[in-house]
């Protein structure tokens, strides 16, 4: 879907099915470890597949791998900044000190 939309948004009038047939694909090779963040090999795969099966612009095609990357990036960046700034509230906060517990660990032993 993601895929689709970015096709929309550049101009490439596709059904959905056709993003079906070539999409997993494209996106089983890009989880090999071949080039760094994973770019270049969605492009030229995006670019071959519907430049052969739909006859789209290989421009048109290269800028949906682009926004592409750029949504997936910016979901990325969104999620690093929440946890680095995130803080939940402390569960000490929330919920009463055991005493009892505290109290056990000082207590000594009888001497004999």
Known sequence: MLFYLAGVSVGIRLPLF???AFVPIGLAANALPLTIARLGVRE????????VTAQVESERALAASFVVFAMILSVALL???LYIFYRPKSLAATQPANDALSDSATISSPSV
């Open 79 to 81: 999620g690093g900044l």
């Open 44 to 51: 030229y795969l995006l670019v071959l597949f519907l430049s």
């Open 18 to 20: 056709s993003w079906f």
